[in-house]
């Protein structure tokens, strides 16, 4: 129920957002006579459908792999009485509700907000649904294809870190590109409105064949309240459709011939073992192996690689913060500082939730030893709270030394900076101690549960708290809302006060709780 609360709360907010935005945009478009509206929505929407279908293929490539050739079920599926094909269309179908996920919660509230704000609701919710549905399966299609013919050329361990690498290089490409395109323009009036008035008076050109192209048209279309858009939208999600059920139809001999050669790991026999460096201590060991089992995941390397260009394009725009007037450089300071700690949360969402999940059937093994599981909670968090406070640090750190803020600032960012980069990691370790999945195919889908994201949620919200407790500004401006002045003992004390129960409180009650939990059952 709590993450249920976490995901709807997420939605309210992406959905007041949006509509906040649009009546926003209305007020500018009506002194911008000469931009058309239509054609701006089109293009805007042509490059949000071409995000999901590049970052759906990545996705469902990667994913793919794992339900199709490195699923412990498929042992046990494969010789029931049906078709292979049949269960090859199974596992295509749990990687695209894998990989669309995070697509769907970003698109069905701008759905709705865009069908409330249309002439013709229902109309515009199924001219913008059919193509989305469209794009996904496009997207899907393309990525089981892939899959299938990279593991028929390489080992599906060796495939999965390809294509890990391969997502991780597409998303960096795609950041850096972002980058290229000086987005910090748009806060320039005049650059802004030039770019707006290129993207709204122009018409479009012919989609041709570009999916994308075709989706955005369709949606437009049906969001003007024109019925015309519904058949090409029709037309895209009958496309869709056709080639996501013709892969596994085309493929599945493939797959069998793939997987009677390289069996799921479940049925490798196990490597002989090899004697390690000598153990010194109980600790030692501890925190040797749980980085060993986090290094040994094939997708960390890329997905490290995904992070690291997140925060080098972080460190890459901080010449371009300002740094003449004071009270810009304080409201500034505090939202790096918060940014610093946004992007932690995100390393500890794929690094420190899924740990305990990952342990899978070994958890069973753990139990067995004379080893509480708090001494195991503290040595997951050891092992990536220095990292996370270390990156907390060094953005902060690398922001401050450019603004200069007042001193006292300074001070505050780096200690907010320090106990977010160490709570964190312990708010998700223990969350994810409480809700494990230890049946998951990969880390990705346990980050994504109601758990993680009740998780992403709450280290948001501390996030956002840092950065009233960096900025005197903020801090103004907040206590004009409140009718009280804030001052900085008044956010400083909760915001540590909080940070210390964030990460005491849940792994106390995930060790309570894998201490007493029946394992066997699950």
Sequence with gaps: MVGLLGLLAFTGLEMAGLEAALRASRAALTELPEIRPAFLLERLLAG?????????????????????????????????????????????????????????????????????????????????????????????????????????????????????????????VALLGFRAARPERLFDPVE?????????????????????????????????????GLMPGAVLLLAGLAAFFLVPAALWRLHLHVFREAPPASTTHASRARHGPEARSLDG?????????????AS???????????????????????????????????????????????????????????????ALVLRTLPLRPRRQLLARWAVRALPAAGVA????????????????????ALIAAL?????????????????????????VTVALSAGGLFALVFSTGLSLFSTLVVSEELRTLAGSFLGRPLRL?????????????????????AARALERNDLSAG
């Design 285 to 297: 060991v501890l925190l040797r192996s749980e980085l060993t089992s986090l290094l040994r995941d």
């Design 300 to 362: 960390t390397p890329a997905q490290l690689g995904s992070l690291a260009a997140v925060f080098l394009l972080d460190l890459m725009n901080v010449r371009f913060l300002p740094g003449t007037d004071a009270s810009a450089r304080d409201l500034v300071a505090g939202l790096q500082t918060g940014l610093s700690l946004f992007l932690v949360s995100a390393l500890s969402l794929r690094f420190a939730y899924p740990s305990v999940s990952s342990d899978g059937r070994a």
């Design 192 to 228: 802004a409105l030039s770019v707006v008035t290129r993207l709204g008076v122009a018409r479009p050109s012919a989609p041709g064949l570009d999916p994308a192209a075709w989706a955005a048209r369709a949606a437009t279309r049906g969001l003007l309240g024109d019925a015309g």
């Design 48 to 172: 949000a459908f071409a995000a999901t279908l590049i970052l759906g293929f990545l996705g469902s490539l990667t994913t793919a792999i794992s339900t199709l050739f490195l699923s412990e079920e498929l042992v046990a599926l494969s010789v029931l009485p049906f078709p292979h094909r049949r269960l090859v269309l199974r596992q295509a179908f749990l990687t695209l509700a894998l990989a669309s996920a995070p697509a769907l919660l970003l698109a069905m509230p701008a759905l709705l907000v865009a069908a409330g704000a249309s002439r013709r609701p229902l109309l515009a919710f199924a001219a913008g649904v059919a193509p989305l549905a469209g794009v996904i399966l496009l997207a899907g299609a393309g990525g089981v294809a892939a899959a299938l013919l990279l593991v028929r050329l390489v080992p599906p361990r060796r495939a999965r870190l390809l294509a890990a690498f391969l997502s991780a290089t597409g998303l960096a």
């Design 419 to 443: 106990a977010g980069g160490l709570a964190l990691p312990a708010l998700h370790i223990g969350l994810g101690a409480l809700f494990p999945r230890y049946d998951a195919p990969n880390a």
């Design 393 to 412: 640090l060094a953005l902060t750190g690398a922001s401050l030394l450019v603004l200069r803020p007042a001193k006292e600032t300074a001070a505050v």
């Design 489 to 509: 003992e008044f956010t400083l004390a909760p915001f540590l006060a909080l940070a210390a129960v964030a990460a005491f409180v849940p792994l106390a009650l």
